[in-house]
């Protein structure tokens, strides 16, 4: 028997489908009463195998116990028309692989996605659950950036009793560790670090861990061959991060991260230190200098930033645009860093901030022409008498030098006792 949109489930009703598989579908569904709006996955009784059963109700006891940001809750669980119903949160948002299929996703973003992911593993497995099918598809990544874990169908927890025949393979065998594929039904939390890092991996380098088409192939790939290093396919990564991929790929478990939480912690301090800076920073970086430049200009004091060879390649860098677009270009064609390094003189205006480079302009010896011209013969008549009014006229005694203020000798309506005299 299979449902349909429109259609009442007990209190609920359906509203869309959001998936269907051979043994089972997924519905939207809204509660009459609180009109919440929630997720049901249905398994058709009629359809569905004594194993699959059994795997669906742990599903419901598993998840129904985790309680966790990271980890997509259940609130309820019926029997309706032979089928078995479990009603869980419905997360408004699309799973890690339809994103992945669009493009590559930002580092930064991938990095925090995986660690939201490590932090729901991590507390599954205090209480004693393993996932062991992590995978983009069960990630469920919300408009606000925050991932739900989902689908707890193959999860196991200590003490479970064996739903599988010897020779099955659950899970996805892109993700699926090397323990899991040679069918070792012991639960260990390592499992889930080696499907956590290859979804890691696919995030990085824009590739799955291997690409085999055929099961076999992914199989003995998963044991045996080694991928390929995300650094030689994503040189941004760097190694540090490149290192953290693979040792959680490590085939031998104890080669592995002993913990989800260990790996998180990894991965959030290289997540820190590699460099990964938002775009927006560094534009505000160069406002800030830009802004700290104008202020300077304001103050005069743009004569005193260090344009040195010592300074910081990336200081000299924002502030070579700066100055190339304020201020004229000398007129020698001389550098600005290189015109106030020789001296040159540096003024700045209070409104609209320039720099204004003035080249030093050298001194020239004054070059004076002396031209000796005889003086002109007087007459002896002449001469005779100038020479007997100096002799009659009396001494006067030489002038002393003027005291008074400075403006003094600048009003050109004081008298000096000197002129009087005249």
């Given at each position: 028997?299979?449902?349909?949109?429109?259609?009442?489930?007990?209190?609920?009703?359906?509203?869309?489908?959001?998936?269907?598989?051979?043994?089972?579908?997924?519905?939207?569904?809204?509660?009459?009463?609180?009109?919440?709006?929630?997720?049901?996955?249905?398994?058709?009784?009629?359809?569905?195998?004594?194993?699959?059963?059994?795997?669906?109700?742990?599903?419901?006891?598993?998840?129904?116990?985790?309680?966790?940001?990271?980890?997509?809750?259940?609130?309820?669980?019926?029997?309706?028309?032979?089928?078995?119903?479990?009603?869980?949160?419905?997360?408004?948002?699309?799973?890690?692989?339809?994103?992945?299929?669009?493009?590559?996703?930002?580092?930064?973003?991938?990095?925090?996605?995986?660690?939201?992911?490590?932090?729901?593993?991590?507390?599954?497995?205090?209480?004693?659950?393993?996932?062991?099918?992590?995978?983009?598809?069960?990630?469920?990544?919300?408009?606000?950036?925050?991932?739900?874990?989902?689908?707890?169908?193959?999860?196991?927890?200590?003490?479970?009793?064996?739903?599988?025949?010897?020779?099955?393979?659950?899970?996805?065998?892109?993700?699926?560790?090397?323990?899991?594929?040679?069918?070792?039904?012991?639960?260990?939390?390592?499992?889930?670090?080696?499907?956590?890092?290859?979804?890691?991996?696919?995030?990085?380098?824009?590739?799955k861990l291997f690409e085999y088409s055929d099961r076999l192939s992914l199989m003995v790939a998963q044991v045996q061959k080694q991928p390929i290093q995300p650094l030689d396919i994503e040189p941004r990564i760097g190694a540090e991060l490149n290192a953290i991929v693979l040792k959680a790929l490590a085939k031998d478990p104890?080669?592995?991260?002993?913990?989800?939480?260990?790996?998180?912690?990894?991965?959030?301090?290289?997540?820190?230190?590699?460099?990964?800076?938002?775009?927006?920073?560094?534009?505000?970086?160069?406002?800030?200098?830009?802004?700290?430049?104008?202020?300077?200009?304001?103050?005069?004091?743009?004569?005193?930033?260090?344009?040195?060879?010592?300074?910081?390649?990336?200081?000299?860098?924002?502030?070579?645009?700066?100055?190339?677009?304020?201020?004229?270009?000398?007129?020698?064609?001389?550098?600005?860093?290189?015109?106030?390094?020789?001296?040159?003189?540096?003024?700045?205006?209070?409104?609209?901030?320039?720099?204004?480079?003035?080249?030093?302009?050298?001194?020239?010896?004054?070059?004076?022409?002396?031209?000796?011209?005889?003086?002109?013969?007087?007459?002896?008549?002449?001469?005779?008498?100038?020479?007997?009014?100096?002799?009659a006229a009396p001494q006067q005694e030489p002038s002393r030098p003027n005291k008074k203020r400075f403006w003094s000798k600048l009003n050109p309506f004081k008298w000096r006792k000197s002129d009087r005299s005249r």
């Amino acid at each position: 028997m299979s449902f349909h949109v429109g259609e009442d489930i007990g209190d609920y009703r359906i509203v869309s489908m959001l998936g269907a598989g051979s043994m089972g579908q997924v519905f939207q569904v809204e509660h009459r009463v609180t009109k919440r709006k929630e997720a049901v996955k249905i398994l058709l009784a009629d359809v569905a195998t004594d194993s699959q059963f059994l795997r669906f109700m742990r599903e419901i006891e598993v998840q129904g116990r985790l309680d966790h940001p990271n980890i997509a809750r259940v609130h309820n669980a019926l029997h309706f028309k032979n089928s078995l119903i479990l009603v869980m949160e419905f997360v408004e948002g699309c799973s890690l692989e339809k994103l992945l299929q669009k493009g590559r996703l930002p580092i930064s973003s991938g990095i925090d996605y995986i660690c939201q992911t490590l932090a729901g593993l991590h507390y599954a497995h205090t209480r004693g659950v393993v996932h062991r099918d992590v995978t983009p598809g069960n990630l469920i990544v919300t408009a606000d950036g925050c991932v739900k874990l989902t689908d707890f169908g193959v999860a196991k927890s200590l003490g479970d009793y064996q739903l599988t025949n010897d020779g099955d393979v659950v899970g996805s065998l892109y993700y699926m560790p090397p323990e899991q594929v040679r069918h070792q039904s012991d639960p260990d939390p390592r499992s889930d670090v080696y499907s956590t890092g290859a979804v890691l991996y696919e995030i990085l380098t824009g590739r799955k861990l291997f690409e085999y088409s055929d099961r076999l192939s992914l199989m003995v790939a998963q044991v045996q061959k080694q991928p390929i290093q995300p650094l030689d396919i994503e040189p941004r990564i760097g190694a540090e991060l490149n290192a953290i991929v693979l040792k959680a790929l490590a085939k031998d478990p104890d080669q592995r991260y002993q913990s989800t939480e260990e790996f998180r912690l990894a991965l959030k301090h290289a997540g820190k230190s590699s460099g990964f800076v938002p775009a927006i920073a560094s534009r505000m970086r160069v406002v800030t200098l830009a802004l700290a430049v104008c202020a300077m200009a304001e103050t005069g004091g743009l004569d005193k930033i260090p344009f040195q060879k010592s300074a910081p390649p990336a200081i000299q860098a924002a502030l070579a645009p700066l100055s190339n677009a304020a201020a004229p270009a000398p007129p020698s064609g001389i550098p600005v860093a290189a015109a106030l390094n020789s001296g040159s003189k540096v003024t700045a205006h209070a409104r609209r901030p320039r720099v204004v480079v003035q080249q030093p302009v050298e001194e020239q010896p004054e070059t004076v022409s002396e031209t000796l011209v005889e003086p002109e013969q007087q007459p002896a008549e002449e001469q005779a008498a100038a020479d007997n009014e100096a002799a009659a006229a009396p001494q006067q005694e030489p002038s002393r030098p003027n005291k008074k203020r400075f403006w003094s000798k600048l009003n050109p309506f004081k008298w000096r006792k000197s002129d009087r005299s005249r």
